[in-house]
Structure formats: structure tokens, C-alpha cells
């Protein structure tokens, strides 16, 4: 099974930047690992996908963070980071990191980890 810890979360001003980092362990075959991605919640709504890469390497993005955050991955590492620039308010949230696995194409959810910017 997959198991996946979030990092880099805390509280910046507006216009700062973040560094998130989703680390996969457990049993995992890299070859199985069809896509990860970045989801975040805010208070009140759903959640939303920020973020994805799948294992080809091809990217997509919330349309209200496009040209801001950068999704990346280090497959010997088997983390994925989130870098995150020029945040809003509205980027508050939790953040979690997702991990799209194996032929059942089965979700696995680290525990997230708070993003918080201020004025």
C-alpha cells in the first residue's frame, strides 16, 4: 500500500511564495503510479484538483492557478512538489497530495497540510 506525508505548508503573506512536497512510501512500483496530483479544501467548498502530472509528464492546472504554481516530480525520490508563486488569500486551504495507483486506479490521500496566506 501507498502511504504519503505532505510537507512545506504555513502561513505566508500574500504575494509569497511555498514549496510544497508529497513523499510516497510503502510498497510502491513506480511503474504503477499512474498519475499524482495536488488537491486543495478551503472552508466552505469542495475539493478541488490544483494540480496533476501523470506519468508521462504531462501537466494541467485549476484554471485560477495557472501561470502561478508548478507541479513537479523526482520519481527516484517518488515525491511531488508543489511549487506555489505569487499567492492570494484565496489559496487558502488545505492542501492534499493524491496518488493514482496500479490498474484499479486506486486514490490514495496523504493527511494534508495547511496553506495559509494573509495581507
Known amino acids: 500500500q501507498v502511504q504519503l506525508v505532505e510537507s512545506g505548508g504555513g502561513l505566508v503573506q500574500a504575494g509569497g511564495s511555498l514549496r510544497l512536497s508529497c513523499a510516497a512510501s510503502?510498497?510502491?512500483?513506480?511503474?504503477?503510479?499512474?498519475?499524482m496530483g495536488w488537491y486543495r479544501q478551503a472552508p466552505g467548498k469542495l475539493r478541488e484538483l490544483v494540480a496533476g502530472?501523470?506519468?508521462?509528464?504531462?501537466?494541467n492546472y485549476a484554471d485560477s492557478v495557472k501561470g502561478r504554481f508548478a507541479i513537479s516530480r523526482d520519481n527516484a525520490k517518488n515525491t511531488v512538489y508543489l511549487q506555489m508563486n505569487s499567492l492570494k488569500r484565496e489559496d487558502t486551504a488545505v492542501y492534499y497530495c493524491?496518488?493514482?495507483?496500479?490498474?484499479?486506479?486506486?486514490?490514495?490521500w496523504g493527511q494534508g497540510t495547511q496553506v495559509t496566506v494573509s495581507s
Open positions: 493524491k496518488v493514482d495507483y496500479g490498474p484499479l486506479r486506486t486514490n490514495y
Open positions: 510503502g510498497s510502491i512500483l513506480r511503474t504503477l503510479i499512474n498519475a
Open positions: 502530472i501523470t506519468s508521462g509528464g504531462s501537466t
